[in-house]
Structures are given as C-alpha cells and as structure tokens.
C-alpha cells in the first residue's frame, strides 16, 4: 500500500483552492456596462432621372446654296416642313427643334444627353450631313444637362449629291436620345 504524504495531500488541495479563487474573481471583473436606444424611423425617398414625353417636335425646310467665284450664297425662307406633300433636293436644309423634358431629382443626381441621330446608308453618305445641337451648342457626344433640353438635328443634302442618291425618299430622319447617370461632384486625387 502507499503511503500518501501530507504535504502532496495540502500541497494540491491549497493549489485547487487558489485556482477556484482566481476563477471565481477573475468572473467578477468580466461585468461590463450597456444601456440601448431607439431613435425614429426614417422615411427616404428615391430621386429620379427621366426623359419625358415630347411635345415639341417641329421640321423646317430651307434651302442654302453657296455657289460660284466669287462664292455667293442664295437662301430661301425657312418653312414648315411636312414629310407627305414636300420633297427634299440637292441644297436642302432641314431642321429639327425638339424641347426634351428632363427630369433629375435628388441631392446628387447629374446627368448626360447622349442624342444619336440614325444611322446614315452607306450609299447615302455623300448625299448629306447631320449635326446636333443641344442648347445651341454643336455636340458630337454626351453633353451635361440640368433641365429640359433643347435639340436640334439639321440635315443638309449636297448641293453636288450625285443623281442616284434620289433614292432617299424612304429614308428616317429620326434620332435616339438617351439620358445617363454619371457622378457628381470634383475629382479628388
């Protein structure tokens, strides 16, 4: 039989009874303080970005041909257009204006107006041009905008437009118009 000394029997009863009072002290430090709140509810609103309905849409028809040596320009009066009982020829211009509503709500919404105006035939190419105009200024891509637009899309026939481009009497002078998020602010390095 052994013999169980004292000392090992004290020794490792006061080491647990330490450990349990370092345990049991040490779950008393962990108490920490909390407290909570509520605050109201928050109702947020979307902003908006929208091309409206247009409601102006005119065409005016004018011819302007600069001819000769020394060059000389002759116009004639600018007049409304209508597609089914006027014809277009050779020093033709003719004019769209459209008044674009724009509509751009929120704090930090901006956005650009990209107008594309269809696509020419390639057999047409040589017979005229267009441009586009956003607010009176000659774009050629997106252009920053605020509120309504004004558009207009001029389309010149060549003056010296070879005889086979009459074959344009099908041809859709119309235009795609497309509004755009983009970032506001400044840049920052």
Known sequence: ??????????????????????LL???????????????????????NLDLGTITTDTWNLQQVVTSGTPATTKKTASVAFNAKTMAVVPGDVLTREITL??????????????????????????????????????VTGPVAVTTDAKVKIVVTFNWAAANTTKLISNYN?????????VAKGTVTP
């Open 101 to 138: 509503p724009v509509t751009l709500t929120g704090q930090n919404v901006a956005a650009e107006l990209t107008v594309t105006p269809a696509a020419v035939p390639e057999s047409l190419t040589s017979a005229f041009t267009q441009e586009v105009f956003v607010n009176d200024a000659k």
């Open 1 to 22: 039989m052994k013999k169980f000394s004292m000392k090992k029997t004290t020794a490792a009863a006061a080491a647990a009874a330490v450990g349990a009072v370092l």
């Open 25 to 47: 002290g040490g779950a008393g430090t962990l108490a920490y303080w909390s407290d909570n709140a509520t605050t109201a509810s928050q109702s947020i609103t979307a902003g």
């Open 173 to 181: 002078f119309g235009a795609d118009y497309t509004l755009t998020q």
